[in-house]
């Protein structure tokens, strides 16, 4: 009889320290930290993010331990509840040092104690394992079902922890005869209870995906179409603009690789579209490529003292690996941003860069386009056929087989221009083809047109389509045709340091317009061939690449072309 009232008096005293528990766990479910810690669960946390919960939920163990029932020179307690559902919810490292906290408390109140080194080693063991079944929890469907029978099994732990280590064992058994059943039922009925409290939470963080989804297919439907224009002024503007309204933000910016394109928002006064780019925490994300947080003004790096940007989210665009700019969101109080923006931002970044990607090729199908109409305009007019088939006609009468070749070479090079479908050829196609042209050329000009080859054995290049033919062509025309006495034409391919040069050289009366090889793209009626050229090296290759021309009045032309090596198209 005395037996069933004390188990009575312990289940009483269990359920109210239940309650007291699930007091503590709706407060804790508001708290910023625990939050924090839940939904940001399958991220890095840092030590501040975790040292809060394990204080609060060692406490907690250790007050289970003051508003325990003693028995037999024990205590009957609550104390595995806050510590196994902290294990449960932040992972091995909050269970198990929340488990220290609470554990340790109850063997130094009790030092050499019947059960004082069971329930010190029961404690941290219930914590670690709740800990390393934080992952199946959160797998789980029915959580609250889960931590039920995982508390149970703990319990049970803790029970055959108690007989191994308490002596004299007749004790150990006995105790755990009165003890056992209450504690495991009332508390794994508690950490059950608690994980129903907290529930809403693993439900507010579905809504809140759900809702950041909508909110990055919004805003997506919107910019995307303004980024297959590329990454400008005017496209990071419009984009800027729809951003900030539709996440509420207090200032939105986008840079390049150097400066920022726009900044749109608090903070345009001093955040300037085109200066250089100041801030030290866009230029460490553009350096890693990664995403970056800054929770304080102090970590954004602005020092001037009336900016209103406190924090902010920075996303690296990329493309082909290699960070073009940056997506920054920025918000008005400190510590503001949490993981809806982070993953907002990362959502965007990706698919601006999609888009940009996208962009770039495109860019490069028209510059490939235009680079045929040009070869076309220039090469397939009345004058070049008309003065091939004349000078064809007339070697028929003289040269039979020599009208026969150019035919052939005319064939050849009208097939190579015509052709569509390659998006790349090896130099010996690319040589090939340059060949026919200026076989035609010389039949024209006899012995004034000379040409020099001198590529190098094993030379294993791929180039864009037509990317030598109009600088040569430019040096017959150019710069051997004006020549009365003609002139040679040098096709030049070598290896580098660093890549690969290609080099078109005539020796002929040289460009007069010296204004035209410092910078071609100032006199764009003459040198659209020229700018062509150099926005291809520059999208295929990247901007170490480059079309230089060098000019010198009656002394000839120099066209080189830079490709770095490890360049693929």
């Known amino acids: 009889m005395h037996s069933d009232k004390l188990i009575i008096q312990i289940i009483i005293a269990l359920v109210q320290q239940t309650g007291l528990n699930i007091i503590v766990a709706l407060l804790l479910s508001r708290l910023g930290m625990f939050t924090r810690m839940i939904r940001n669960r399958n991220q890095n946390h840092n030590t501040r993010d975790l040292l809060f919960p394990i204080l609060v939920l060692g406490i907690l163990g250790t007050v289970g331990t003051y508003t325990g029932v003693p028995i037999q020179g024990a205590l009957a307690n609550a104390r595995m509840v806050p510590v196994f559902v902290g294990g449960l919810l932040g992972g091995p490292v909050v269970g198990i040092f929340a488990g220290l906290i609470a554990g340790i408390h109850r063997w130094g109140i009790d030092v050499g104690g019947f059960t004082a080194i069971s329930c010190m080693l029961s404690t941290i063991a219930e914590g670690a394992l709740a800990g390393f079944l934080s992952p199946l929890f959160y797998r789980s469907v029915r959580k609250p079902l889960f931590a039920l029978g995982a508390a149970a099994t703990a319990e049970v732990m803790q029970m055959v922890l108690i007989l191994m280590t308490a002596r004299p064992f007749p004790d150990a058994v006995n105790l755990v005869k009165v003890i056992g059943i209450p504690m495991i039922a009332a508390n794994s009925i508690g950490c059950s209870l608690i994980i129903l409290v907290f529930e809403n939470l693993f439900s507010e963080g579905e809504r809140m995906a759900a809702r950041q989804s909508h909110q990055v297919l919004k805003i997506a439907d919107q910019t995307l179409a303004l980024f297959r224009r590329g990454l400008n002024h005017e496209t990071a503007s419009a984009a800027a603009e729809i951003i900030r309204k539709e996440m509420s933000l207090i200032a939105v ?53 009336d900016c209103a940007l406190k924090s902010a989210v920075i996303a690296p665009l990329l493309r082909d690996s290699e960070c073009i700019g940056t997506l920054k969101l920025y918000k008005g109080q400190e510590n503001a941003i949490n993981q809806a923006d982070i993953e907002t931002a990362r959502g965007l970044a990706t698919l601006i860069s999609s888009q940009l990607e996208l962009s770039r090729l495109d860019e490069q199908k028209q510059l490939l386009r235009q680079a045929k109409m040009l070869a076309l305009q220039a090469q397939i007019n009345p004058h070049f056929l008309f003065n091939a088939i004349n000078t064809i006609v007339s070697l028929i009468r003289t040269d039979p087989e020599k009208g026969r070749e150019l035919l052939v070479h005319l064939a050849t090079f009208y097939r190579n221009n015509l052709q569509d479908g390659d998006t790349s050829v090896s130099l010996e196609i690319e040589i090939k083809h340059i060949k026919a042209y200026l076989e035609i050329e010389q039949a024209r000009f006899g012995e004034r047109l000379k040409v020099v080859y001198e590529i190098q054995p ?26 009365p006495d003609g002139g040679t034409v040098t096709i030049k391919a070598e290896s580098v340091t660093g890549g690969t040069v290609l080099t078109v050289h005539d020796n002929g009366l040289g460009i007069r317009d010296k204004g035209f090889c410092d910078d071609p793209e100032d006199r764009p009626a003459k040198s659209i061939g020229m700018v062509n050229i150099r926005q291809r090296l520059h999208n295929l290759y990247g901007p170490s690449s480059d079309l230089q021309l060098s000019c010198e009045e009656g002394a000839g032309t120099t066209a080189r072309i830079f490709i770095p090596s490890g360049s693929a198209l």
Do not use: W
């Open 253 to 305: 910016s986008f840079t390049d690789r150097d400066r920022v394109l726009v900044h749109s928002g608090a903070g345009k006064d001093h955040h300037k579209a085109s200066q250089t780019i100041l801030t030290r925490m866009t230029k460490e994300a553009m350096r890693a490529g990664i995403l970056m947080t800054a929770a304080t003004q102090e970590e954004i790096g602005c020092y001037h003292p």
């Open 458 to 483: 094993d030379l294993n290049l791929d180039l864009p389509p037509l990317l030598l033919q109009p600088l040569v062509e430019n040096a017959v025309i150019h710069g051997i045709q004006p020549c």
